[in-house]
């Protein structure tokens, strides 16, 4: 009887402590949900498929935010990790881990990267950080502002005169900054039909600056004259 006992005591006890651990294990769980925030690099705003909330930190599609900030992406599918080359820079994330190799160096995270619905997503804070970005947050308009801390390798000037963009076709290197200069006396601005910039309205001789990051081609137009003012800027 009392071997009994003392079984039926180890036996409860031993269930407790594995329902503690199991409790434990659901309060560390992450908490993962679709995020609403907006994006914006050096103010043009950025448009993803997906992103997510994981505790608190904002996640993005791996290769498409690197392709936005001007790096270069590769997978290894066997050890399942991110790597992410942007000039002298790289960065290797392994899913699921806490650790990261910056430059050869090992450097704490504070969330891993994530495998969800077979897509990688990414720490942006991150990334952008050790790529030398400055990460800004407004908690008004839920917006990311991410600023570029590097210069552009060139610059351009697109003028704004008797309705006209000019050039109304312009060729440029990714990473190049274009200026919109409006010459006329009545309001234009410029705004890519991909939604990936827009500039404020500009008065006469006010002018706005993008940079363009990602190879591409950027059809836009003016807003209030959408109907005739086009243009376009081809990414190299």
Partial sequence: MIR???GRIAGAALAVWMGALAACGAASAETIVKSD????????PLSYDQAYLIDNSLFVPYRAFAETIGAEVGWDGDTETVT???DDSTIKLKIGSLSATVNGKTTAMA??????????????????ENFGIQVGYDDATRTVSL?????AKHAY?????????GPAE?????GSTVTFKNLDNVKHNAVATDGSFQT?????????????????EYDYYCEPHKSFMKGKIIVK
């Fill in 157 to 165: 000037t697109i003028e704004i005169s008797e309705f006209k963009f």
């Fill in 170 to 174: 312009l060729t440029v290197e990714a």
């Fill in 4 to 6: 009994k006992s003392i």
């Fill in 84 to 86: 992410v080359k942007k």
């Fill in 37 to 44: 925030m907006k994006i914006k690099l050096n103010g043009s």
């Fill in 200 to 216: 404020p309205l500009l008065g006469e001789n006010e002018t706005a600056s993008i940079t363009l990051l990602a190879p591409g």
């Fill in 111 to 128: 969330a891993p990267a994530q495998l969800i619905d077979s897509s990688t997503f990414v720490p942006v804070r991150f990334l952008s």
């Fill in 147 to 151: 600023t570029s801390g590097g210069e």
